[in-house]
Nanobody, 127 residues
Framework: QVQLVESGGGLVQAGGSLRLSCAAS???????????MGWFRQAPGKEREFVAT????????YYADSAKGRFTISRDNAKNTMYLQMNSLKPEDTAVYYC?????????????????WGQGTQVTVSS
C-alpha cells in the first residue's frame, strides 16, 4: 500500500517552468524503491494520458513524445519523492497531473498497470 500526494502545480506563462513533486507514504515493510513510478495528465474533456515513467532506481526513464526534450522525470528514494521538471511549457500542457505507482521492476506507459494514484495537481499554462 502506498499513498501519493502531488504538489507544485500552478499558473505559468507559456515558455515558463514548473517542478511537480510526488511524495509517497508506504506501508510498513515496503520501501519506495520497490515501486516503479509514473506521471500522467488529464486535460478537460480528454482522456488521461501518459507523460513519463521511471524505474525503481531512476536508471531508466521513458517519455511521451509530447514531453521529450522538455520534461525530466526523476526520483529520490531517500526522500520517498518523485519529481517532474517541466520546461518550455505550452498552453497544451494545461491539465491535471497525476503521479502513480506500481509494484515491480519495470516501468509502464499503461494506465491500468498502476495500482496507486495521487489526487492530482492542476497545471495551467497561459498563452
Amino acid at each position: 500500500q502506498v499513498q501519493l500526494v502531488e504538489s507544485g502545480g500552478g499558473l505559468v506563462q507559456a515558455g515558463g517552468s514548473l517542478r511537480l513533486s510526488c511524495a509517497a507514504s508506504t506501508a510498513s515493510g515496503r520501501t519506495f524503491s520497490r515501486y516503479t513510478m509514473g506521471w500522467f495528465r488529464q486535460a478537460p474533456g480528454k482522456e488521461r494520458e501518459f507523460v513519463a515513467t521511471i524505474n525503481w532506481d531512476g536508471g531508466s526513464t521513458y517519455y511521451a513524445d509530447s514531453a521529450k526534450g522538455r520534461f525530466t522525470i526523476s526520483r529520490d528514494n531517500a526522500k520517498n519523492t518523485m519529481y517532474l521538471q517541466m520546461n518550455s511549457l505550452k498552453p497544451e500542457d494545461t491539465a491535471v497531473y497525476y503521479c502513480a505507482a506500481r509494484s515491480g521492476t519495470y516501468y509502464s506507459t499503461q494506465i491500468n498497470a498502476y495500482n496507486y494514484w495521487g489526487q492530482g495537481t492542476q497545471v495551467t499554462v497561459s498563452s
